[in-house]
């Protein structure tokens, strides 16, 4: 009985700490921005093909080797995305940037199909996390405790970077008076940019985590996107917190879900954020829009 309880605990916080990262630079962009990204899945797929090809190029270090490179390539993306396409549409309404970043999406997703084709890919953990140990006679994976380690870090440097730096202090002022923050003297454009490419990269940094957990194909990014949307919407667009509960809600659903009644495990998420939606239509932890 305990074994069972400790392999549902670390496959929770395991699935929710991979679903937080890439929730997270959805809910940042959004807070700072009041940018609905549909094209942010398409991140998160080119981290996870990112890796797997630069695991590809260099075997004996890969895995660290794409940890790094890749998030900043996904990052590099977002930049050049805010500045050509989305720095366009700020002033317009929330469904013309819901049809452009959807565009995106199916642009980025064919450009895959065309670089990468439609095969399954796949790399592998490094030597050193892979394997188990026992707790309570349950066997614990070592990767998933690097997810859950991944996902706390994050959690924690988003933190300190909104409520401890200058930086933070710009993101958070510019939800409240962008032209007042305009006229001080700050680059709204540049801050803009780079709270995009921020949250590009913590997509692409969650697409590079799970490549070893699952297989990295095309159509992972329509995936990722509905889930993270449901997390952020459940949490409260806009909160960091908030998405870390929204995981952590949506990894305890899908888990009992799975044991309790497999054939209905996705409609309960669904469920979930309709009755949160009824109930507190801004999230659990988010604004209601002035």
């Keep these: 009985m305990l074994s069972t309880v ?11 700490s991979s679903l937080f990262i890439v929730a997270a630079g959805l809910t940042l962009v959004f807070g700072a921005m009041r940018l609905i990204n549909i094209a942010h899945g398409s991140f998160y797929m080119y981290g996870a093909f990112f890796a797997t090809t630069l695991g590809a190029w260099s075997l004996h270090a890969g895995f660290w080797v794409a940890l790094i490179a890749s998030p900043v390539l996904a990052g590099l993306m977002g930049c050049g995305v805010e500045v050509l396409v989305l720095r366009r549409l700020y002033a317009r309404e929330h469904l013309t940037q819901l049809l452009a970043t959807f565009a ?48 706390l870090l994050v959690g924690s440097g988003l933190w300190l970077l909104l409520a401890h730096t200058s930086l933070g202090w710009m993101i958070r002022a510019v939800v409240d008076d962008v032209e007042v923050l305009a006229v001080s003297g700050v680059n709204v454009r540049l801050l ?45 667009l806009g909160s960091i917190t908030g998405a870390a509960i929204g995981a952590l809600i949506i990894g305890i659903v899908q888990t009992l879900g799975a044991v309790w009644a497999p054939s209905w495990a996705s409609t309960f998420i669904y469920l979930l954020m309709i009755v949160v939606l009824a109930v507190r239509p801004w999230g659990l932890l988010g604004s209601p829009e002035r």
């Excluded at 990468?116 to 614990?140: C, T, Y």
């Excluded at 990269?201 to 995936?223: K, N, T, W, Y």
């Design 6 to 16: 400790v392999t549902d605990v670390v496959g929770v916080l395991s699935s929710a």
């Design 104 to 151: 995106l999406l199916l642009i980025f997703a064919d450009l895959a199909l065309r670089f990468w084709g439609k095969g399954v890919r796949g790399m592998s953990a490094p030597s050193v996390v892979q394997g188990h140990f026992r707790l309570a006679g349950a066997p614990v994976p070592y990767y998933d405790l690097v997810i859950i380690g991944a996902a």
């Design 192 to 236: 803009y940019t780079g709270v995009f490419a921020l949250g590009a990269l913590l997509a692409g940094l969650s697409g590079v985590i799970i490549a070893p957990q699952q297989a990295v194909e095309p159509g992972m990014d329509a995936q990722i996107i509905v889930a993270a949307f449901i997390v952020a919407v459940i949490g409260g």
